[in-house]
């Protein structure tokens, strides 16, 4: 059964750095996307980051945090890792990883068909 474990996370002050890091394991499609989607309280889930697995290897980041978050990625070990620097309280959110055997403009516009990590904690205080 296809797992996302996500690691990373956590809480920092305003102006800080953190990363998340997300392995799929038990995956087997051949051409697939990976990223980053974030959720905050009351809020739709909205697409931070992603990368296409596929030939193009395009990537994907949000125009509200293009200039402080980057994906990289690692296709032999399935790894996707978001960067995030100058955080910002409104980055506060639950970031959650994202995988689906399809183009990254699928996985980002339809993600109700998506698999899915459980999800971690990222907290910017003021």
């Known amino acids: 059964q296809v797992q996302l474990v996500e690691s990373g996370g956590g809480s920092v002050q305003a102006g800080g750095s953190l990363r998340v890091s997300c392995v799929a394991s038990?995956?087997?499609?051949?051409?697939?996307?990976m990223g980053w989607f974030r959720q905050i309280p009351g809020k739709k889930r909205e697409g931070v980051a992603g990368?296409?697995?596929?030939?193009?290897?395009?990537?994907y980041v949000a125009d509200s945090v293009k200039d402080r978050f980057t994906i990289s990625h690692d296709k032999s070990t399935k790894t996707v890792h978001l960067q995030m620097n100058n955080l910002k309280p409104e980055d506060t959110a639950i970031y959650y990883c994202?995988?689906?055997?399809?183009?990254?403009?699928?996985?980002?516009?339809?993600?109700?068909?998506?698999?899915w990590g459980q999800g971690t904690q990222v907290t910017v205080s003021s």
């Open positions: 990368v296409d697995f596929n030939n193009s290897g395009a990537t």
């Open positions: 994202a995988a689906r055997a399809a183009t990254l403009g699928t996985m980002l516009v339809d993600p109700d068909n998506n698999y």
């Open positions: 038990e995956w087997k499609y051949v051409s697939y996307s």
